[in-house]
């Protein structure tokens, strides 16, 4: 047995099975993880209001540890819901839309 692919036998009735990916699954938890967090929601909602910020402005501005900040933003990025952009010597974060579309269509899609 794959250890990512659990194999129900639920489908009596057309003597189907229902193949269920256990890592994909997981994928998503870490997703929904991300965003389901007080202090990461702070930070989406202050990089949303301004644009694109600097780390150092988000830790400022939420009066953070500056590795609790970043720490914080690499978890959003890993999950897509920020970007960054370089300029010089300047990393700015920005809000990805799109992603958080598809977060909103997911959950939507599980609660009906």
Do not use: C, W
């Not at 009735?13 to 890592?23: K, M, P």
């Not at 909602?45 to 830790?59: A, M, P, R, S």
Request: no cysteine; net charge positive.
């Amino acid at each position: 047995m794959n250890n990512y692919l659990l194999t129900l036998n639920t489908l009596p009735e057309s003597g189907g099975t229902l193949a269920v990916d256990l890592l994909n699954i997981k994928k998503a938890s870490l997703i929904l993880r991300a965003i389901n967090h007080k202090l990461r929601q702070q930070i989406l909602k202050l990089i949303d209001d301004q644009g694109k910020i600097t780390v150092t402005e988000i830790y400022v501005k939420l009066r953070l540890e500056q590795s609790v900040a970043s720490q914080h933003l690499a978890i959003l990025r890993k999950a897509g819901f920020v970007r960054t952009e370089r300029d010089g010597k300047f990393i700015y974060y920005a809000v990805n839309p799109s992603r958080l579309e598809d977060l909103n269509k997911f959950v939507e899609s599980l609660l009906n």
